[in-house]
């Protein structure tokens, strides 16, 4: 039998660090608010309209984080920060709790989305730099896996937070609290397992000023539509549960089989991949996840969030990483500065996402026309992108 080397445990606790690490920033930090929001929603009361407004507050925050990570202030304190955003995180989810006001609200999540993406952009430098230097795909896939398991493991404690609640007033609140507790014993394992940076050899390279050809550009377009397209469901797929009267299990389980699926999503998709190419994977992933999102209310109540939340999982996560990736192969020269606008492009879409849903659902009385909306979104995301796709499966 072949001893296991102990470079190899040194990097399965580096991705599990990061995994769990993603967890608490992005399955709680950015994701908890969906589960919680049908409680927010009938406690308060909190309209449709003003649900939006709050996630937004929470994507603006993420977008603003990532362009401050992008500078080289923290270089050589990746680790130090990437804990300390985690806490601030934490801390954050306490304090929705305590909160009532909607501006509040808005506030306090865009403080969480800085912090998530503080946390995910340096905590992820760490883990991918030890993943690239052993040459590990199945680490960088448990790495981002972590996002999926954080919102299955969110969705189970918002359910258990609320059967142990149930005769209690403003439920959400100790949904928000109980969550808290979680990321801070997930804080507590990453600080324990996850090491520093790798030391780099000389500085960062200088890239040349990006060139916008054609492919680069429907790429950007269609990544920023798919921001736009997958927030949607994202973030009211449970009230959606909710207001269709589907049942407390149902809800929950809606999102729990929403991370579940993210989290296998990589895996699942890495032979498919391999078989049909990455331009070929993009494109399918987006068709599977437009017609999740139309099943959220295409389909009978009894199964349609099952269905759509299923769809999501499995594709969310592979778009945005094999969009990424086809960023990298269409900008060669500028990688780094092709996925910043990418990242941008997408950030502005899923920005306006909930805005949009929310207002739209508020003048008609339920997500039926922002989530039609949302899947002809995608649907024109992947028609952007047909081209690419078709020519490549030509070569």
Known sequence: MKDIHPKDVNLAKTAIAGALAMAAAMGFGRFVFTPILPSMISGLPLSSSDAGMIAAGNFVGYLVGAVLAAYGWASGRERAIGLAALVASSMLLVAMGLSSDVLVFILIRFAAGVASAFSMIFISSIVLAHAAARGSEPAQALHFGGVGFGIALSSLVVFVA?????????????????????????????????????????????????????????????????????????TFIVTMARMSNAGPFIEFLTWFVTGIAAAASLFLWRPV????????????????????????????????????????????????????????????????RALALMTAAFGIGQIIGPIVAGTLAERSGSFAAPTLLAAAVLAVSLLLVLPLVLRRAEK
């Open 162 to 234: 609320s059967r142990l609640n149930e005769q209690g007033s403003a439920p959400w609140r100790i949904d928000w609290l109980y969550s808290a507790g979680v990321t801070l014993v997930l804080l507590a394992l990453v600080w324990w397992l996850l090491p520093h940076t790798p030391s780099r050899a000389g500085g960062p390279v200088a890239e040349p000023p990006l060139v916008w050809r054609r492919p680069l550009v429907l790429l950007t377009l269609s990544y920023g539509l798919f921001g736009f397209g997958y927030v949607v469901t994202a």
């Open 273 to 336: 991949m391999a078989r049909i190419g990455l331009f070929s994977a993009y494109g399918a992933a987006l068709l599977i996840q437009s017609l999740g999102v139309a099943a959220t209310v295409a389909l009978p109540v009894s199964v349609a969030p099952l269905v759509g939340g299923l769809l999501l999982g499995l594709t969310f996560m592979t778009v945005t990483a094999y969009g990424l990736r086809l960023g990298r192969v269409l900008a060669p020269d500028s990688p780094r």
